[in-house]
DNA sequence: GTGAAAGCGCTAACAG
DNA sequence: CTGTTAGCGCTTTCAC
């Protein structure tokens, strides 16, 4: 079987303290019998238990991530810049995805707990939810008292760490970009609403119109819930109707997507017969010179970031709550204009 | 701090034995006294610590996933299905991203080795490589001595289940469908030819032109590594010499997109100027409307397939070594058309 | 410098 | 049906 530190305690002809010594490098070794023991343990392919360590120490070096979109490519590089740190910092992943699901969410959280995880980076399902389903969770996230990091969705008064986007200000910039352009009609087709998330970028767009006095006309809203499929279906169905915004923000990656597949089924052209922006950028629509503006974050660093905090937290357990805002990039690539 | 079984065994005024029977549903336990046990368990929101309870059974609930891309779509869904299954049962996974780097798999693979997992996926960075880097890997695995199941690239005389793709029948298949088609000169933009799976794509290739008695011509034959990147500059390359192929055979999905930003900024046409047809989908041309031909397999479910095949192994270790096929899916869109 | 002993939280015989 | 006991593999005092 495996290979235990009682083990190469005997073929050392040691005791197991010794052993464990020059595993921690803790406390004083004899540099001759140190190297007797390194080199038994290379030569037997021996690999202490992280089980039994984090028993014993009362501590695991394992961190939680759990997410609602695995196959989302937003959460795809969020998962990268996570992993590249903890990969540098010696420590474990675990990984949930809860499938936008509550009772996932739950479950993953329950699992979380029972791991004894030295810390959690949680994107909720929910985002300042009102409901119970935010009461349950908070409830549960001070059951587990360890530290935590919310990723781009959060909680009201949050005691928590957390990483968040410019919602609002993104969204107001695009607004506002469009309104320079000169359009006039501006339609939005909206993320969830009852993600605070949704509704700050919906407000961003609030703001702009309101501040260039611009009115906002209710028929140029289009309420969907950052899903490809929802963006398409609305997209197609004004698309159809003879009262067409001049252009429109999108508000996330997928809504991008549903709203450009509905663009090419109805013929239109992109800066041409409408005009539009986005939040996120969709990497594959660069790939593609598919000139699409947007507002974006760099969601790999997001991840980074996120990871980063954590560990400044467990140097440092009792510092203030930290919040950082990731900021948005403009980039603009045509779409937004106005068509001549 | 965090209660454990004791102190619940105390407040019940019973031994820990029976709080742990009741905690595993083993044993009898008296139906009052299992229900007093419950409820405190509830009400002092207890949960039990996995650590403790591995290193006692000598047996984790873990399952380690090792993949080289997490921001790839194809390992993004991968993910997606194994944590599904991963889910249904109730174990949790531990995550690693290799970067497509041969030491952080190394590393990747010593951590697994410590947490104990009770089994692993892995897609290693090497393929049915000649040299140290598979020996190596093979003797890392033999070490671990658990459960594995190898995903979509393999080892020379594997002893590990495994679940692959159709890498030759599905790329003769392409190619023999551009033969039908009509077309003569026909490219292809190969994969990594280090790897198995990219040998493999490229020998379905030449057979089918060879069964079809198409002569090869060393200069449609581009050799790439299953990146945008490379595929791009080649694409780009060719694309602005004097001597374009009839139609184009990409390897994988990355190799379509840079295949297909090289067309856009040539201006040539899909279909038209140039046809084509890839292994591998890719979502997003689909909801792009952008019809791209493929032959491709479902990802997601490869994920499943693969912890279904370690649950599999794990009921009965004693099997012989299972590999599965994963088959490919022919999509026609008209891209792989020869022009009129 | 090194070893003996206790203990981390849990499970698993084995008595009773 | 329930409690006692030993032990999982490791770390950590505390002696020596």
């Given at each position: 079987?495996?290979?235990?530190?009682?083990?190469?305690?005997?073929?050392?002809?040691?005791?197991?303290?010794?052993?464990s010594?020059?595993?921690?490098n803790?406390?004083?070794?004899?540099?001759?019998?140190?190297?007797?023991?390194?080199k038994?343990?290379?030569?037997n392919?021996?690999?202490?238990?992280?089980?039994a360590?984090?028993?014993?120490?009362?501590?695991?070096?394992?961190?939680?991530?759990?997410?609602?979109?695995?196959?989302?490519?937003?959460?795809?590089?969020?998962l990268?810049?996570?992993?590249?740190?903890?990969?540098?910092?010696?420590?474990?992943?675990?990984?949930?995805?809860?499938?936008?699901?509550?009772?996932?969410?739950?479950?993953?959280?329950?699992?979380?707990?029972?791991?004894?995880?030295?810390?959690?980076?949680?994107?909720?399902?929910?985002?300042?939810?009102?409901?119970?389903?935010?009461?349950?969770?908070?409830?549960k996230?001070?059951?587990?008292?360890?530290?935590?990091?919310?990723?781009?969705?959060?909680?009201?008064?949050?005691?928590?760490?957390?990483?968040?986007?410019?919602?609002?200000?993104?969204?107001?910039?695009?607004?506002?970009?469009?309104?320079?352009?000169?359009?006039?009609?501006?339609?939005?087709?909206?993320?969830?609403?009852?993600?605070?998330?949704?509704?700050?970028?919906?407000?961003?767009?609030?703001?702009?119109?309101?501040?260039?006095?611009?009115?906002?006309?209710?028929?140029?809203?289009?309420?969907?819930?950052?899903?490809?499929?929802?963006?398409?279906?609305?997209?197609?169905?004004?698309?159809?109707?003879?009262?067409?915004p001049?252009?429109?923000?999108?508000?996330?990656?997928?809504?991008?997507?549903?709203?450009?597949?509905?663009?090419?089924?109805?013929n239109?052209?992109?800066?041409?017969?409408?005009?539009?922006?986005?939040?996120?950028?969709?990497?594959?629509?660069?790939?593609?010179?598919?000139?699409?503006?947007?507002?974006?974050?760099?969601?790999?660093?997001?991840?980074?970031?996120?990871?980063?905090?954590?560990?400044?937290?467990?140097?440092?357990?009792?510092?203030?709550?930290?919040?950082?805002?990731?900021?948005?990039?403009?980039?603009?690539?045509?779409?937004?204009?106005?068509?001549?």
């Amino acid at each position: 079987m495996k290979l235990t530190i009682n083990d190469i305690a005997e073929i050392c002809q040691v005791s197991k303290s010794t052993v464990s010594r020059v595993l921690n490098n803790s406390g004083y070794v004899n540099e001759k019998t140190r190297e007797k023991i390194e080199k038994v343990i290379k030569e037997n392919i021996y690999y202490p238990s992280a089980t039994a360590r984090s028993l014993s120490k009362k501590e695991s070096n394992t961190i939680g991530v759990i997410i609602p979109e695995a196959d989302n490519a937003f959460f795809g590089e969020i998962l990268k810049g996570i992993s590249e740190v903890v990969d540098e910092k010696n420590l474990t992943l675990i990984f949930c995805d809860t499938n936008n699901n509550s009772s996932k969410e739950e479950r993953a959280l329950n699992m979380i707990n029972m791991q004894g995880v030295k810390g959690l980076i949680l994107t909720p399902v929910n985002d300042h939810d009102d409901g119970e389903a935010e009461k349950k969770l908070k409830g549960k996230l001070r059951d587990l008292k360890i530290p935590t990091v919310l990723l781009d969705r959060g909680v009201k008064n949050s005691q928590w760490d957390g990483v968040f986007f410019e919602n609002y200000q993104s969204s107001y910039r695009a607004t506002e970009i469009l309104i320079k352009e000169g359009h006039k009609k501006i339609g939005i087709i909206t993320g969830d609403l009852k993600l605070k998330i949704g509704k700050d970028r919906y407000k961003g767009y609030l703001n702009a119109l309101e501040d260039y006095k611009i009115m906002m006309d209710h028929k140029y809203i289009y309420e969907g819930n950052f899903s490809v499929e929802k963006a398409y279906q609305l997209s197609k169905k004004f698309m159809s109707s003879d009262d067409l915004p001049d252009a429109v923000l999108t508000c996330n990656n997928l809504t991008t997507l549903g709203f450009i597949k509905a663009l090419k089924e109805c013929n239109l052209v992109l800066g041409k017969d409408i005009s539009a922006i986005g939040i996120d950028n969709n990497e594959v629509l660069d790939i593609l010179g598919y000139d699409f503006s947007n507002v974006a974050r760099d969601a790999v660093d997001m991840g980074r970031v996120a990871m980063r905090m954590l560990l400044e937290r467990f140097e440092n357990p009792g510092r203030q709550r930290v919040e950082y805002i990731m900021p948005f990039k403009v980039s603009l690539k045509g779409s937004e204009k106005k068509s001549p």
